[in-house]
């Protein structure tokens, strides 16, 4: 079994910062990749951003400049950095982590409001 734990989500105010962690504890050989999802609502789920196992990032267009993913290897934990934040990106922020001979695993989610 894999259990990820998120934290961070809150509220803020249009041009704040919030700084998301997942914890990824359990049955885990490797992975293959550490991501960030969104739903907002009335929206589909989309990929925010994503960190793959030899280090490479990428980001959604509307986040890039602003979101930053990184990792903590010896932790097994994925964080994502948000400045700049918008209105836009109010959403329930879900990490998603692929783990090889296991598959993919989703966090509880956690609430980001960003108000105007």
């Known amino acids: 079994q894999v259990q990820l734990v998120e934290s961070g989500g809150g509220l803020v105010q249009a041009g704040g910062s919030l700084r998301l962690s997942c914890a990824v504890s359990g049955s885990i050989f490797s992975i293959n990749s550490m991501s960030w999802y969104r739903q907002a609502p009335g929206k589909q789920r989309e990929r925010v951003a994503i960190?793959?196992?030899?280090?490479?990032?990428n980001y959604v267009d509307s986040v890039k400049g602003r979101f930053t993913i990184s990792r903590d290897n010896v932790k097994t934990s994925v964080y994502l950095q948000m400045n700049s934040l918008k209105p836009e990106d109010t959403a329930v922020y879900y990490c998603?982590?692929?783990?090889?001979?296991?598959?993919?695993?989703w966090g509880q989610g956690t609430q980001v409001t960003v108000s105007s």
């Open positions: 998603g982590v692929d783990v090889e001979r296991a598959g993919f695993y």
């Open positions: 960190i793959l196992r030899g280090g490479s990032t």
